[in-house]
């Protein structure tokens, strides 16, 4: 079967091609856009050379599930991921697209990442060791690593094209983007955050945190993007849950912590995974689909 290979780069000859991000090819599509999740992964900021099989497929299948999922909270840039539906060329180019593609409305997008922490973890556990805040918003004294937060709370952060993305407090928000779109902004992101949450600890899973992004079509606000997936959310297995220190997850750490283990220096050239990692990756991927979705990729 063609979604066997492992597709670290498409190759669409006929169609405008308008980026290569870290994982997704994103091509013009008239009215639309094509966005394909290709099988890239990255670390410290780096593309590594090495192709996750099936990761391309579980980004945009699990994306779609989270859209179905949202869709009485929120619209979407979603239209549909049946290739037959694609407008000229894109048909054509079947074996690369089916399972990893989306058709997508254009947006334009927020320049903000929406993050929502129902946990101390990340960027927020290093900010609140040096002054028990996150994103300017105090919590409690004396809490551990990967500690559940007493409320979810939205930290958003800029988006950074080439490095890493910045917390910002919320009136970094409002400065970009004014009040009341701050305020929706926040509003939504910890509703979706609270209904996904709940919905994956039905299935033994802890989201404990997750990014959004959002734009306007027309004058709609809609969720764009990837959607609570292992490369914009942790995902704790539930039963191995224990706080004071990091956890077990259905995402990339696993890739991160054997980068760390051979000590890279994290310059370029990024290394080669060895079969095994990148096999063990690809199944913590595919792992965090079943669980979730309780259906086989």
Not at 157 to 174: C, L, Y
Not at 219 to 230: N, R, S
Not at 281 to 290: D, G, L, M, N, V
């Amino acid at each position: 079967m063609p979604h066997e290979d492992i597709i670290v780069e498409t190759n669409l000859p006929a169609a405008s091609l308008i980026s290569r991000g870290k994982v997704r090819d994103v091509y013009d599509a008239g009215e639309h856009l094509v966005i394909v999740a290709t099988d890239r992964i990255s670390a410290f900021d780096y593309i590594l050379p090495t192709g996750i099989r099936d990761k391309g497929r579980v980004l945009t299948q699990l994306s779609i599930f989270w859209f179905d999922f949202l869709s009485d909270v929120v619209p979407t840039h979603f239209v549909t991921a049946d290739v037959r539906r694609y407008p000229d060329p894109f048909p054509s180019y079947r074996t690369q697209l089916e399972g990893r593609s989306m058709l997508v409305k254009k947006a334009k997008m927020v320049d903000v990442e929406c993050v929502a922490r129902g946990y101390l973890s990340g960027s927020g556990w290093k900010e609140y060791r040096i002054d028990g805040k996150v994103c300017g918003i105090p919590l409690p004294h004396g809490l551990r690593e990967s500690d559940k937060l007493p409320e979810p709370i939205f930290t958003p952060s800029t988006k950074a094209q080439t490095g890493h993305d910045e917390n910002i407090p919320f009136a970094g928000v409002v400065d970009r983007v004014g009040v009341e779109l701050a305020s929706r902004l926040e509003h939504l992101t910890l509703l979706i955050y609270r209904r996904a949450a709940e919905y994956a600890e039905g299935r033994g899973i802890i989201l404990a945190d997750t990014k959004f992004e959002f734009g306007f079509v027309g004058d709609d606000l809609v969720l764009a993007d990837e959607v609570l997936t292992p490369d914009s959310s942790r995902f704790w297995p539930a039963d191995q849950y224990k706080p004071g220190g990091p956890q077990p997850s259905y995402d990339k750490q696993y890739v991160r912590d054997y980068l760390e283990s051979i000590h890279w220096d994290k310059q370029p050239p990024a290394p080669e995974l060895p079969p095994d990692v990148a096999g063990r990756t690809s199944e913590k991927y595919r792992q965090a689909f079943r669980v979730l979705t309780g259906r086989d990729l």
